[in-house]
């Protein structure tokens, strides 16, 4: 009789617990989140149902975590930071339980839910809610294009790994010993955080110390606002390209004649052919495959003939593209987030080394000419 009341109390708990279910299906198919929403909202009653309205209190701590992580300037660790230095923490708990102290973690929540943007995940399935966004569509996906970078197939997020973007990392080498160097975080009392990089010393008794990322990076920037061609020396090197041009042109016009002399034999002969073709001199046959070779020749040459002409435009573009670069170099290092600044300084430096706490910067070809050139400019001033 027992086992047949516990079956029945079972049996009844399942039945519950799918009705339960069900209604929060509906609820979701509705556009209505059946939990708790996410900090920046509320629960309020609505007509008698409870519904997700936003926390005029509290949403501008989501909104600035998604303003401040789609800059790419910031690693979730400086994120959280950032965010408790503006005070944007005050009052979340107790009203949020889960938010007593805003870690790594439960940043990376809040950046990958979808709830902010108006959509919701219940069950694994996306829904589109009701509820009023707090942010754009466009500052959602720029968010997830940082997160992506920092993710893993599985989409967990690399947090050893990634606590930053050092963006002198790999770019240098130590110039008393050779080893690489390389760049850590530290973080001080009220979540400051300083950059510093240092050299491995992997099996070494090297004597370097180590320098801020603040202070690599004022020495990059000097270095590339050095770069700035002058007038007078813009012009030099202009007219030095112009006349590189004309040379280059000039030594090439008798191989560029050649083909345009071959091009017109062949169309000679393919009007010769169609001649003998139409007085029945030859046959269908040889006629078509005779044809069929002259033009399959004559589109080679085309193609041969149109790279001289756009090898010689882009001689030129190139050159003054590059002079273009150097002159602009300094004002997009110094508006360039940590990833945009590696891959600029990726492009134009080549074995550049650190020692004595300064930066021993070499320039790849062609800025290493310009560079020089600068420098021989300023001496002679």
Not at 193 to 200: A, L
Not at 263 to 291: S, V
């Amino acid at each position: 009789m027992h086992g047949i009341k516990v079956l029945m109390a079972k049996n009844y708990v399942d039945n519950l617990s799918e009705e339960v279910k069900k209604g929060q299906r509906e609820k979701a198919s509705n556009g209505y989140f059946p939990g708790t929403p996410s900090v920046g909202y509320k629960l309020e009653k609505i007509e008698g149902k409870s519904r997700a309205i936003v926390d005029e209190k509290n949403k501008h701590l989501p909104i600035k975590m998604f303003e401040y992580y789609a800059t790419g300037h910031y690693s979730l660790l400086t994120l959280t930071a950032k965010v408790k230095e503006d005070g944007l923490m005050t009052g979340i708990y107790p009203h949020h339980s889960k938010m007593k102290i805003l870690t790594k973690a439960s940043a990376h929540r809040i950046l990958h839910n979808p709830f902010y943007v108006g959509d919701f995940v219940w069950n694994k399935k996306r829904y589109k809610g009701s509820h009023e966004p707090l942010i754009s569509k466009e500052l959602w996906n720029k968010v997830q294009t940082v997160l992506s970078r920092y993710e893993n197939k599985s989409g967990a997020y690399k947090f050893r790994d990634n606590l930053a973007m050092f963006p002198f990392k790999r770019l240098l080498t130590c110039g008393e010993c050779g080893r690489s160097i390389t760049a850590e975080k530290k973080v001080k009392k009220f979540g400051k955080e300083y950059t510093y990089y240092r050299c491995t010393k992997y099996n070494t008794n090297c004597q370097q110390k180590n320098i801020s990322e603040k202070e690599l990076d004022r020495q990059m920037q000097e270095s590339l606002n050095g770069l700035k061609v002058p007038a007078e020396t813009q012009l030099s090197i202009s007219e030095g390209l112009k006349k590189s041009f004309e040379f280059k042109r000039g030594t090439e016009d008798v191989s560029w004649q050649n083909l345009e002399k071959k091009k017109k034999d062949l169309e000679e002969k393919m009007a010769i052919l169609y001649e003998d073709r139409l007085n029945k001199i030859i046959t269908p046959e040889f006629y078509q495959n005779k044809f069929a070779e002259c033009a399959s020749e004559v589109e080679s040459l085309d193609v041969k003939i149109s790279h001289y002409t756009q090898a010689n435009i882009n001689f030129y573009v190139f050159g003054m593209k590059i002079l273009e670069l150097a002159d602009n170099v300094g004002f997009l290092y110094e508006n360039a987030n940590p990833d945009e600044k590696q891959e600029l300084m990726n492009f134009l430096l080549s074995n550049s080394k650190l020692k004595d706490k300064k930066m021993l910067i070499s320039y790849k070809k062609p800025f290493d000419a310009i560079h020089q050139r600068v420098k021989c400019f300023d001496m002679r001033e």
